[in-house]
C-alpha cells in the first residue's frame, strides 16, 4: 500500500507476462521482481508517478493512479490544519 499522499500502482497479475520492461524503466527503482519474476512494488514512497511504468508496459498490465486534484486539495488542507495545531501548542 502507497503511502498517504502518493501515486498508487496497480498491478494486473493475469494480464503480465513478466517481461521486467517495467521494473527496467523505473527510474525510483520502485519496482522489483521475484524470483519467479512476479512484479511487486517494492518501494511505493520513491514512486514519483512518473508513469513510465505504465506507458512502457506492453500489456497495459500496471496502472498508475495519481490523487485527484480534489483529494490533493483535501490532503494540502489537512496538513496545514495539522501544522497550525502544532504551532499553536507551542505558543
Ligand atoms: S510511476 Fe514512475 S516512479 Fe512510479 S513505479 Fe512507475 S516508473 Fe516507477
Ligand atoms: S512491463 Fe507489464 S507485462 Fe512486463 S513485467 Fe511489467 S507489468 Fe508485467
Known sequence: MAKKGKPSIEIYGSWCKRCGICVAF????VLAQDDSGV???KDPDHCTGCE???LRCPDFAIQVRQLKKKEKAERTVEKMKGELHEDLEKT
Open 39 to 41: 512484479i511487486y512494488v
Open 52 to 54: 513510465l511504468c505504465e
Open 26 to 29: 523505473c527510474p525510483a527503482e
